[in-house]
């Protein structure tokens, strides 16, 4: 069995967490209370060095870092990783986009004003950072002009991985109202088979 | 034939050149000042709606965005991308991390530093990311202490995702002194077949 370290209501966490339960495949969930500390206990660090959520332990007891890279062990030999070669770039190519252009900027932003509840005190900061969120969701409105789902017609793990911080955007302060395609997708990935809500302990 | 737009002296644009010498894949590179505003053109914006280098053009015309997409794209069905589950999972990990954890401290403060010159204008943006940026050459420093290549014994796409801008950290004003592990691991991939050095023109 897969044992699943992670923070209720992290869009990280809460990535392989709505991957194995539409995948059907069965996990032990761990809470792990970051906004306390217990990522930097020496407990979590001997599972993961750089003190981070989630971690994903497997069934022989190592230990697998990174959200994204969980999605990818997780799906390969399904349908939600292709094995077609351009189609498997496009996922790649969103589940890098989400790491380095759309999370710094909308998990940021909503984990400052929703979680520490800097809004006021940041506010230069978030001021600098919005833009930056406002660039990635303009990318994926673009996209979902011409798919229904990020790479391409089928629901794969770009959609999870893009997913998990864009429908709780408004937590940090984003407007998702100026993107109806972005709407729309939220709601397809909302229908699909084995969909829980975040909020949900997983 | 495939293109690569790309800037000289950036590591994200230097990997998938590297990558593409060391399998023998032959490319044509086309240089992009970026300093200069060339990806905000609408030639180069048709091309990635991101506005950013590195783009992969496939020999069918279809253009990839992502760095480590290009790598897992074009390492496919070769050693630097094992097949074996847990292989493939340690090398995802990496790439993740470099784009989440590393490229945007170390090759965010070099930018700064050596394209921008603006060490001493933004001293204290730059002192609050070396931190970040030392902590993930900690944990590279750590897995070099359990095996000769990042995702083990065996060179591969981490490999080269991670020596981009590691190898040049310090114009930055990282020291590397301090990492034995990394600086023998950056001679051994200096050492590999089809390397080249980023300096040069791709």
Redo the contacts between chains.
């Keep these: 069995m897969y044992t699943l370290y992670g923070m209720t209501g992290s869009g990280n966490c809460y990535k392989p967490a709505l991957l194995m339960r539409q995948l059907g495949i069965p996990y032990t969930w761990i809470e792990v209370d970051l906004l306390r500390g217990a990522t930097h206990s020496p407990d979590f660090l001997a599972l993961n060095?750089?003190g981070k959520v989630p971690v994903l332990q497997?069934p022989d007891g190592?230990c697998?870092?990174?959200?994204?890279?969980m999605l990818?062990?997780l799906a390969?030999g399904t349908p939600l990783l292709p094995s077609e070669?351009?189609a498997?770039?496009?996922v790649?190519?969103w589940?890098?986009?989400e790491?380095?252009?759309h999370?710094?900027a909308i998990a940021t932003v909503r984990f400052w004003v929703h979680y520490l509840g800097k809004a006021e005190a940041w506010r230069d900061r978030i001021r600098e950072t919005r833009p930056k969120g406002y660039?990635a969701l303009q990318?994926m409105e673009?996209q979902l002009c011409r798919s229904d789902y990020l790479a391409g017609d089928a629901y794969s793990i770009a959609d999870i991985a893009l997913y998990a911080y864009t429908h709780v955007a408004d937590q940090g302060g984003y407007r998702l109202g100026d993107f109806p395609r972005i709407e729309a997708w939220l709601r397809r990935v909302q229908r699909q088979p084995g969909y829980f809500a975040m909020a949900d302990r997983p």
Tied chains: 1, 2.
Excluded at 64 to 69: D, G, I, K, V
Aim: net charge neutral; hydrophobic share 40%; aromatic share 12%.
């Design positions: 060095p750089t497997l190592r697998l870092s990174e959200s994204n890279a990818c062990l390969e070669r351009w498997r770039a496009e790649m190519q589940l890098f986009f790491q380095y252009s999370e710094p660039a990318r673009l």
